[in-house]
């Protein structure tokens, strides 16, 4: 298991403990955590649960697959740390993940 920090764009923080397997977004899904859409139920066939990974996880969450770059093409205001959360599967490698969400999800 690892706790995970979700922050909403207003500065709002959810850390909640998500099972390992489960992915980044079914994380925030199951919590109820505000800002992720995941309107494609993570089949990465859209971009409403588009994350920004903190810069000290980047590592550990790895690079985006070819598909996942290009489903990010959808997304507004991406950034060099911007990543799909339905994409990010969850290990005790981990545990204090930060991801900040975006102002909106389209």
């Given at each position: ?14 850390t909640?403990e ?20 995941a ?21 550990e ?46």
């Amino acid at each position: 298991m690892a706790k995970i920090t979700y922050i909403e764009h207003d500065g709002t923080e959810h850390t909640v403990e998500v099972k390992n397997g489960l992915s980044v977004m079914e994380g925030a899904i199951r919590n109820n955590v505000p800002g992720i859409d995941a309107d494609c139920g993570g089949a990465c066939a859209c971009a409403t649960c588009h994350v920004y990974v903190d810069e000290g996880f980047l590592a550990e969450t790895g690079r985006a697959s070819p598909m996942e770059e290009s489903m990010l093409d959808f997304a507004e205001n991406v950034e060099p740390n911007s990543r799909l959360s339905c994409q990010i599967q969850v290990s005790d490698d981990l545990d204090g993940l930060i991801v900040r969400l975006p102002e909106s999800q389209h």
